[in-house]
């Protein structure tokens, strides 16, 4: 290399790492947490606190579940929601698994070019600003069909945390009361006048007191009716007054129709551990386990943890991962999506034939693979077990933060913007930057296409981990990512849950790193394979559990947020 070639080199990399330097992470990484009867690890150590207390009235893992995501609806705003939608992963003690789809669904009115102008053109924040954005809401009827089935308390006893959150209010955390006063304005824009309790005369302060007696009163309707108590009576007219308000398209038919589906979960194996996870409309078990397919057969526990070896190995293999999604991954019930065929690991070790260690190939020479021999960043997750060995995995959506920030008037709940995560046109990226294409396009009735990865491993058939994050489309790589941690790496969990992490999704052909993810060296050997690298603040927020040989269960609660592991 000539010496101007080397001095730019340098360049380049200290230019990036001083970068990092001034922009610290401002977290403080957390200790393990262990117990052995039961464990919540949320968003919001309220959340937590509601799962436990269930818990330790004689509920199971789903109640936990169901007292915690209505709880998240309160206390966790920006993406715990009954506005919005998710997917569950659950495994009983048994060992049976099966998964829960809540996602949220397109209006029956809307239709394939709905964000687009005359001339084809994408209108700009159509798809996440104002009711049109927003699909018809899954979280309510998850929740309750997850609790019908499973649950051992009464839906009052559930509730109760929540409700209670809703009425009295509780003590805001730092981070809250920052997010509050920077969204200030976008409230006050999509809501037109009208009072909402996320926005007060003066500055949120740390420790203030969020109530919210609007969605209280929604709450008890859902407590006291059921489905009914949201998707029909005054909750639901209050919610179709919204949308005529705001030329919205989400009808009283549309809130009538919509219906969770239990589906099979997406299995794949990984040395001696068994992965179940989320199958389509999310792509994000599929995704999970192509990833580990490809990796599987380099000794990544020699090479180590985010050596420059590693991270080659993996950013290759999920570039090649994120073009299969933007391919062939959708609604189950609208396309077909071949599932089988891309978690094969024939098909998997196919598509790393070309890798070479140390080699980078750019993202426009990958495209998505022939899986048919013959002929795809705001979310909450949480994770619990009980003193049974009933596991639930949940990651729940608004999509960006606060949704599109409309409350619905009388009823207290914020909207979701989940349609961005449509293909609104083919090609066109979305908010998250993933691309999609003709398998995520819009249809009546269908369901959008989620990153989403709630995700249960268990190890010679036992259970070992629950485990899952927030982050749009860091999600899939931020498991991955903890699964290996704790697998290939031999970290606890919350040692698992506290390392640096990083992010390739094909397009753009770039790797966004945290501060902590690489060393000073690590960094410039990656720019001399030819990388570009882009420091992030945080990537995702993983909330997991490990249980041990003797049933010992290790909560880990990210540290770049408030999340929180309450057991006992």
Not at 198 to 221: C, M, N, S, Y
Not at 438 to 455: D, E, H
Not at 488 to 508: D, I, K, L, S, Y
Request: glycine share 10%; with cysteine.
């Amino acid at each position: 290399m000539r010496t101007s070639g080397i001095i730019f080199l340098f360049v380049a990399v200290l230019f990036v790492f001083l970068r990092g330097c001034t922009s610290p992470e401002g977290q403080e990484e957390r200790g393990s947490a262990v117990f052995s009867h039961g464990v919540v690890v949320s968003a919001h150590p309220a959340a937590s606190r509601a799962g436990v207390e269930v818990l330790r009235v004689g509920g199971n893992a789903v109640d936990a579940a169901v007292a915690t995501g209505f709880a998240l609806a309160v206390c966790y705003p920006r993406a715990g929601n009954i506005g919005g939608g998710g997917f569950m992963v659950l495994r009983l003690a048994d060992g049976t698994a099966m998964t829960l789809d809540f996602r949220e669904k397109a209006p029956l009115k809307a239709h394939e070019r709905m964000f687009q102008d005359e001339q084809g053109k994408v209108i700009p924040r159509a798809s996440l600003d104002g009711s049109l954005a927003a699909g018809v809401p899954g979280s309510v009827d998850g929740l309750l069909t997850a609790h019908n089935r499973y649950g051992h308390l009464t839906l009052e006893k559930v509730m109760a945390p929540a409700i209670r959150l809703a009425e009295k209010g509780f003590p805001i955390t730092r981070k809250q009361a920052d997010a509050l006063n920077r969204y200030r304005d976008d409230f006050l824009k999509a809501n037109k006048g009208i009072p909402v309790p996320f926005v007060k005369e003066e500055p949120w302060r740390q420790g203030d007191t969020l109530a919210q007696p609007e969605l209280a009163a929604t709450l008890k309707a859902i407590r006291d009716y059921g489905r009914e108590g949201f998707y029909g009576g005054w909750v639901a007219e209050a919610l179709i007054r919204q949308m005529e308000k705001g030329e919205g398209w989400i009808t009283r038919e549309d809130l009538r129709q919509y219906r969770a589906v239990w589906r099979k979960p997406v299995r794949g194996e990984f040395k001696e551990y068994s992965i179940i996870s989320m199958p389509p409309p999310s792509s994000g078990g599929v995704a999970l386990i192509q990833l580990l397919h490809m990796v599987e057969p380099y000794p990544l526990s020699e090479w180590g943890w985010n050596t420059p070896m590693s991270v080659n190995l993996m950013v290759e293999a999920e570039k090649r991962v994120y073009a299969d999604r933007a391919k062939y991954l959708g609604d189950p019930d609208f396309v077909k999506v071949p599932v089988e065929e891309l978690i094969s690991r024939e098909y998997c070790l196919r598509r790393m034939r070309v890798f070479r260690p140390g080699k980078m190939i750019p993202s426009d020479s990958i495209a998505a693979g022939d899986p048919y021999p013959y002929e795809s960043e705001e979310t909450t997750h949480y994770s619990i077990v009980d003193g049974e060995g009933n596991a639930v995995s949940v990651t729940t959506t608004l999509n960006r933060s606060y949704g599109n920030k409309v409350v619905v008037e009388g009823a207290g709940f914020l909207l979701n913007n989940e349609m961005d995560d449509f293909s609104i046109k083919p090609g066109y990226p979305n908010s998250f930057g993933l691309v999609g294409g003709k398998a995520n396009a819009i249809a009546p009735g269908k369901r959008m296409l989620s990153s989403m990865t709630p995700t249960i491993v268990e190890k010679e058939g036992k259970l070992f981990m629950v485990v899952g994050s927030p982050g749009g489309s860091t999600i899939i790589t931020s498991v991955f990512q903890t699964i290996l941690n704790v697998t290939e790496h031999g970290m606890g969990m919350q040692e698992a849950v506290n390392a640096g992490r990083f992010h390739h999704q094909w397009r753009p052909d770039m790797i966004f790193y945290e501060q902590k993810a690489f060393s000073p060296s690590d960094t410039v050997e990656l720019v001399r394979m030819g990388y570009r690298l882009k420091k992030r603040t945080s990537i995702g927020r993983v909330d997991a559990i490990r249980v041990s040989s003797g049933r010992s269960l290790e909560g880990g609660a990210d540290p770049r947020g408030d999340d929180m592991v309450a057991g006992y």
